[in-house]
């Protein structure tokens, strides 16, 4: 079964810092990637996602993410974050096929950006 | 039309008693997750259901969860002789395929006196 490690649990960043946030993941075959995002009070959203193709996706808000398959890396980034991207951070992944279908989360890193 | 609705939004009760957690999903949505959310755990996958085929039970943390989605449609998760450990948020989502975005509904938190 696949499993993902978010190693960063809480990052703290001032307005227009840059960002990274760091996700592996361990599973042998093809996956599909996914960062999804829960603001304050509010329900989980998919951020972006990864299935195929340019390995640097962009997705809403500024954030991209690149998948690296050597080093089985999907990490997150923005170049200036604001205040209002204060929020918990999920990655996540699912392959392709059979019984690694179900969709696996890693432990969320919460962001607290700082006005 | 409306999101993934989920109810109760939230409920209290005793160590030991049964609860039943309801999920709507998106109508037309062949998959349906639920996962469990506790303070500093993530997000647990508990079970996935995707169209008549047989669910994937492998999250179920005790034989005492259990889950069943009657119709395709509507799911319903049950925790018999609650625990404490129970309390927690637990999430429904559903998506149009198996590799579709999730949706997700809002959560019913559990909360085990």
């Known amino acids: 079964a696949q499993s993902v490690s978010q190693h960063n649990h809480h990052v703290i960043l001032s307005e227009a810092a840059s960002l990274e946030l760091g996700c592996n993941y361990s599973y042998g075959g093809t996956v599909n990637l996914f960062w999804y995002v829960q603001y304050p009070g509010q329900h989980l959203q998919l951020l972006l996602k990864?299935?195929?193709?340019?390995?640097l996706v962009k997705g809403i808000k500024g954030f991209e993410a690149e998948f690296i398959k050597s080093k089985f890396s999907f990490n997150l980034r923005k170049p200036s974050v604001q205040w209002s991207d204060t929020a918990e951070y999920f990655c996540?992944?699912?392959?392709?096929?059979?019984?690694?279908?179900?969709?696996?989360f890693g432990s969320g890193t919460q962001l607290t950006v700082l006005p | 039309g409306a999101g993934v609705s989920q109810s109760p939004s939230n409920k209290v009760t005793e160590k030991g008693k049964d609860v039943e957690l309801r999920c709507d999903p998106i109508?037309?949505?062949?998959?349906l997750y639920w996962y469990r959310q506790s303070l500093g755990q993530g997000l647990e996958f508990l079970i996935y259901f995707q169209g008549n085929s047989a669910p994937d039970k492998s999250g179920l943390p005790s034989d005492r969860f259990s889950a069943e989605r009657t119709g395709g449609s509507v799911s319903t998760l049950t925790i018999q002789r609650t625990q404490q450990e129970d309390s927690a948020v637990y999430l429904c989502?559903?998506?149009?395929?198996?590799?579709?975005?999730?949706?997700f509904g809002n959560g019913t938190r559990l909360t085990v006196t």
């Open positions: 109508s037309g949505h062949t998959a």
């Open positions: 990864y299935f195929s193709g340019d390995p």
């Open positions: 996540a992944v699912t392959g392709v096929r059979g019984s690694a279908r179900q969709l696996t």
């Open positions: 989502a559903s998506s149009f395929s198996p590799n579709s975005p999730l949706h």
